[in-house]
């Protein structure tokens, strides 16, 4: 049984920084690509950020530059370090993982088979 559970959430002020966590159980972790979603009201879901097994990473352009995906085999956590929020940034946040192995990252969220239940950013 796949479980994401995201932590993290905050209010903070335009040009601030917030640390994302996404903890990990039910399947093997270290080869899957993993990604962080976000939503905002009325807007489609974005995938932003993207790390496969050999943590290759791939960006949305709408972060790129400012957001920073990362994991931790060791202890079954992916983050997203978020610098220089925007307004704009104000979302849910989602971490998701794609259960083929060894896939390259991506940022269609189609490809993405599992999501955890989310943790609100404000800017």
């Known amino acids: 049984h796949v479980q994401l559970v995201e932590s993290g959430e905050g209010s903070v002020q335009a040009g601030g920084s917030l640390r994302l966590s996404c903890a990990f159980s039910?399947?093997?972790?270290?080869?899957?690509?993993m990604g962080w979603f976000r939503q905002a009201p009325g807007k489609e879901r974005e995938v932003v950020a993207s790390?496969?097994?050999?943590?290759?990473?791939k960006y949305a352009d709408s972060v790129k530059g400012r957001f920073t995906i990362s994991k931790d085999n060791d202890r079954k956590t992916l983050y997203l370090q978020m610098n220089s929020l925007k307004p704009e940034d104000t979302a849910m946040y989602y971490c998701a993982v794609r259960l083929v192995i060894w896939a390259t990252p991506s940022l269609v969220p189609n490809d993405y088979d599992h999501w955890g239940q989310g943790t609100q950013v404000t800017v």
């Open positions: 039910g399947y093997t972790y270290s080869g899957h690509c």
């Open positions: 790390i496969n097994g050999p943590s290759v990473t």
